[in-house]
């Protein structure tokens, strides 16, 4: 009993219980208008890459946006950011369904309304995903994330089987018109949600500085980019499935689109069940371990639907491909969640989604492709053979354990008092910090020293370079830039608990009779003066 508590504590928070069950409404519906989209494709375009590209059309767009939607997340109000994404979602959904019924779609426009229910989402998912680690305390992280992954798959479970009956019965305007009405509800609960809004301490990063900001942090964070490189494998692969399965309901299993739906559902119980199994497995075995058993089910449900014949047995092998889906997506999204502190989990979250829908984008295209040009089993069964690769590749590059580091704000810095009127867009700023090291502390302080490389770029820092005097050896010189004295500060403010048992044991190794000396420059060229001087009037005075 206590562990099934603990996976549905999140739901004693009350917006995140009332968002879940909007979320749920909104993800059936999608699911609706997904089996309403794949099997319009299949009666108005002649060829299997062309079905393959309406799960491309929906990757690509959260591939190359997520990075801005994860500057956003980070940057503005992310509730405002949600409710703009679900209007416009919803107004798009309205106007492929009115041009549905009147017989005007064809396959590109088709393409060009599921890419844009993508952008869509490429803004909405990282401000969402982000918004979870707001609403429920850190320990509740990983049981919300699981939430979601079981809210999505309840509707998956259903949502494509009632889609499939829609679709046979009503055409796929109908099921485009069920996915319009399921926005509401989210918009409602969101109109409704009042969060509480930080006070920014600083001016807002622009676009282009947050997103170089996010690059950055992910590509000075191992972990994060260990879990993106398998996210991408795995989204390659196991995208393969999902692409080429309208196709397999209609020619391998002689079905239509109720079998398609049904398929489909098989797969979101499955899910279902690997949401549900996640937390027993993750007390038993490794995530690495995790993973590997999703990459093999995986392989087996892609073999298994390349060759079989028979409902039954197809959909017994989603069952296990769809528990794979989710204990794998579930542990990579919450191991960046936890890899990320709170100022940079929007753009974390959102390239780890490139990395995987960029995977599904790609392998949705090429193994369609490959269906096409060698058939269905052929593709199926490379697809499968890659994925067994993906597992092996744990033996080399093993992903690591969920963090278990402390990234809460440190708190600690006060922005010190200048004798120089300085203006907040001054620099570049050049900050030195000197240290007096003993020869027999000195292998251990350079070690330490690259961890603190590593986390001043990270957050931040520009031309860092470690010194030592030549007249007195023992003394070492820290010394990094900035661009600007607000850029300095909000370098400082980006530091966690984690950053600072770095920066103390730094100074535990740091010999002087008083702390080590900070030393903060300002830039000037030597014609300053002159770059500043009022300019005199073209007007000589009387």
């Given amino acids: 009993m206590t562990e099934r508590a603990s ?72 509730r405002r950011v949600m409710l703009a994404a679900q209007c416009f979602m919803l107004a798009v959904s309205a106007t492929l369904m009115v041009l549905t019924y009147l017989g005007m779609m064809s396959p590109w426009l088709l393409l060009a309304f599921t890419f844009l229910l993508g952008c869509g989402t490429a803004i909405n998912n990282p401000s969402w995903q982000a918004s979870v680690g707001d609403l429920v305390p850190r320990d509740h992280l990983p049981s919300a994330v699981a939430l979601n992954s079981i809210g999505f798959n309840l509707s998956r479970s259903v949502g494509p089987a009632v889609g499939g009956i829609v679709v046979a019965a009503a055409g796929a305007a109908a099921a485009f018109a069920i996915n319009t009405l399921s926005y509401l509800a989210l918009i409602v609960v969101l109109f409704r949600w009042k969060p509480g809004n930080a006070v920014a301490l600083l001016p807002r990063e622009s676009m282009g500085a947050a997103m170089l900001s996010g690059i950055r942090y992910v590509a000075m964070s191992p972990n994060i980019y260990q879990v993106m490189l398998r996210s991408l494998i795995f989204g390659f692969t196991a995208i393969t499935v999902m692409a080429l399965l309208p196709v397999v309901s209609g020619t391998l299993l002689g079905g239509g689109p109720l079998t398609y739906g049904l398929m489909l559902g098989a797969f979101g119980l499955g899910a279902v069940g690997g949401a549900l199994l996640g937390n027993r497995l993750h007390q038993h075995f490794s995530s690495e371990a995790v993973v590997r058993m999703a990459f093999i089910g995986f392989a087996i449900c892609a073999a298994i639907t390349g060759t079989s014949t028979s409902p039954w047995l197809t959909g017994a092998s989603l069952l296990i491909g769809g ?57 199926l069964a490379g697809a499968g053979g890659l994925m067994l690769a993906g597992a092996a590749l744990g033996l080399v590059l093993p992903l690591p354990q969920r963090s278990t580091l402390d990234l809460d704000p440190l708190n600690r810095w006060k922005e010190p008092a200048l004798e120089l009127d300085l203006e907040a867009r001054s620099g570049p700023i050049v900050i030195q910090i000197a240290y007096i090291i003993k020869p027999h502390h000195l292998a251990e302080f350079l070690r330490v020293m690259a961890d603190r490389k590593r986390i001043r770029r990270r957050d931040g820092a520009r031309h860092w370079t470690l010194l030592r005097d030549l007249g007195h050896p023992d003394v070492w010189v820290e010394r990094y830039q900035t661009p600007t004295w607000t850029e300095y500060v909000r370098h400082n403010l980006r530091m966690t608990k984690a950053d600072a048992e770095v920066g103390d044991h730094v100074r535990a190794l740091h010999e002087g009779p008083d702390a080590p000396v900070v030393t903060r420059f300002v830039e000037r060229p030597t014609d300053w003066l002159t770059a500043i001087a009022e300019p005199r009037s073209t007007i000589d005075p009387p």
């Fill in 323 to 379: 528990a794979g889906w989710v204990l794998a997506l579930s542990l990579f999204n919450v191991s960046v969640q936890l890899a990320s502190p709170r100022w940079v989990v929007g753009r974390a979250l959102s390239l780890y989604q490139t990395a995987t829908f960029g995977g599904m984008a790609l392998g949705s295209w090429l193994w369609g492709l490959a269906a096409e040009l060698y058939g269905l089993q052929l593709a």
């Fill in 7 to 78: 996976a549905l504590a999140p739901f004693a928070h009350p917006t995140f219980r009332s968002i879940w069950l909007a979320n749920l409404a909104s993800s059936f519906g999608g699911l609706i208008q997904s089996v309403g989209a794949a099997w319009l494709m299949t009666s108005i375009a002649s060829s299997v890459d062309m079905v393959a590209l309406v799960q491309a059309s929906i990757s690509l767009p959260i591939m190359l946006f997520s990075l801005v939607g994860g500057a956003i997340a980070d940057s503005f109000n992310r």
